[in-house]
């Protein structure tokens, strides 16, 4: 069945960076659509960044030039690069990924949380 495995979450200071993967398995089909979603405490879950199978990329107002979204087509992998990070920013980050006959799948989600 299809899976997606994500990793990299953790603890950071304001203005540090970290890299968040999500390894995807299971998919018949070519993935089309790689997403980032982030749920903060108290407000609901909104979209980061994605990327299509083409690598073409969109982001929320409030992380761009600070995130940035890739892919690995062979490797059905998706990252996010985040750096300069803001308290604002804890949140737990779920991948999401879906093909043309696979719908709406998600992963299971990893906590980022800056403080000092």
């Known amino acids: 069945q299809v899976q997606l495995v994500e990793s990299g979450g953790g603890l950071v200071q304001p203005g540090g960076s970290l890299r968040l993967s999500c390894a995807a398995s299971g998919f018949r089909f070519n993935i089309n659509d790689m997403d980032w979603y982030r749920r903060a405490p108290g407000k609901q879950r909104e979209l980061v960044a994605g990327i299509t199978r083409g690598r073409s990329t969109k982001y929320a107002d409030s992380v761009k030039g600070r995130f940035t979204i890739s892919r690995d087509n062979a490797k059905n992998t998706v990252y996010l690069q985040m750096n300069s990070l803001k308290p604002e920013d804890t949140a737990v980050y779920y991948c999401?990924?879906?093909?043309?006959?696979?719908?709406?799948?998600w992963g299971q989600g990893t906590q980022v949380t800056v403080s000092s």
């Open positions: 999401h990924a879906e093909s043309t006959y696979e719908r709406n799948f």
